[in-house]
């Protein structure tokens, strides 16, 4: 197949319409008409000979062959954009738009109080913030960075660790005051305790508690199951229940004393926190600037505070 500059500008439109999710987003961002958009896509499958999108009047997907053609030719698209952006000398400005896929957690308790600082930092940068179970396909979806916590899956992303933080198991000093305060993880049988689902499986998570190469595992129960870290931490704070939480999303509550950590002597359980993004010679600006505002402004808080020994009573 001859390589011409009609082929180079439909997978142009290809990369435009899986990043913005319809051809009327394509269409704004290339400064062409839908139709064009379309005219461009039928083109690009007439010339390889597949059908690229499955198209409703409510949805828009890549067909298997369309996902397999965008995860191939999207580095090479991104790579044309970075030798262009270096030639005329602007690599380290951050503009345009940043496709973020996380978790729940790390988007509403982690990167929520920050937003508005980094959208300060970078007047030139549209932010797309996407909150979901699942990681999915980061390419296909066309995504620039992902953020999660966990050993990163077997891939072809770049894997980039940002941080540790700890897992403190949380009681507010009310339900401390109602039901006395665990001397060791195993008295946290009988307690309330707040059971969170695992969105693979969707069971419980287990709990575990660790202490240099001693791990313990310590069957729990409770009426609750949930999901939303909002809720979790909002249903904690209410003071019924024990509950375990990444610690770095919930700094400002140990640090005031609103929740106590029942367990210091217990500080090895930790959950790594990543970025995941598409295998390149050279990152984005825009996707480099993420990463080094959680270096930056989320990673120090991963820092346990030392706290003076005490009844479990809030620091007057």
Not at 72 to 82: A, C, F, R, S
Not at 141 to 169: H, N, Q, Y
Not at 261 to 267: A, Q, T, V
Not at 292 to 310: L, N, W
Request: hydrophobic fraction near 45%; glycine fraction near 8%.
């Amino acid at each position: 197949m001859t390589l011409d500059g009609r082929l180079l500008s439909n997978v142009s439109v290809l990369a435009a319409v899986v990043e913005g999710g319809s051809f009327a987003s394509a269409a704004t961002a290339l400064g062409l008409t839908p139709s064009g958009v379309s005219r461009a896509i039928a083109r690009l499958e007439a010339r390889i000979g597949v059908r690229l999108f499955n198209r409703t009047t409510r949805s828009l997907n890549l067909t298997d062959e369309g996902r397999l053609l965008y995860a191939n030719i999207n580095p090479l698209v991104l790579g044309i954009e970075d030798a262009v952006t270096i030639a005329s000398g602007a690599s380290g400005v951050v503009r345009g738009r940043l496709r973020v896929n996380t978790d729940a957690f790390t988007s509403r308790l982690l990167l929520a109080p920050h937003l508005p600082r980094f959208l300060a930092l970078h007047p030139e940068l549209t932010l797309e913030l996407i909150a979901r179970e699942q990681l999915g396909d980061l390419v296909a979806e066309g995504f620039d960075i992902a953020l999660r916590f966990g050993e990163p899956p077997s891939s072809s992303l770049v894997a980039r660790k940002l941080m540790d933080s700890r897992v403190v198991t949380v009681a507010t000093p009310a339900y401390i005051a109602r039901h006395g305060r665990p001397a060791n993880p195993v008295d946290l049988i009988g307690h309330a305790c707040l059971q969170v689902r695992n969105p693979v499986t969707g069971q419980p998570f287990a709990w575990e508690f660790q202490r240099g190469r001693k791990l313990a595992k310590v069957p729990t129960g409770g009426r609750l199951l949930l999901s939303d870290p909002g809720t979790i931490l909002e249903t904690t704070l209410a003071g019924i229940c024990v509950a375990q939480i990444k610690a770095v999303g919930i700094q400002p509550q140990l640090d005031s004393g609103a929740l106590v950590d029942l367990f210091p002597d217990w500080p090895d359980e930790r959950l790594p926190l990543y970025a995941l993004y598409p295998s390149r010679h050279l990152p984005a600006a825009k996707v480099r600037a993420l990463i080094d505002f959680v270096m930056d402004a989320i990673a120090p808080a991963a820092v346990p505070k030392r706290r003076p020994k005490g009844n479990g009573k809030p620091a007057r």
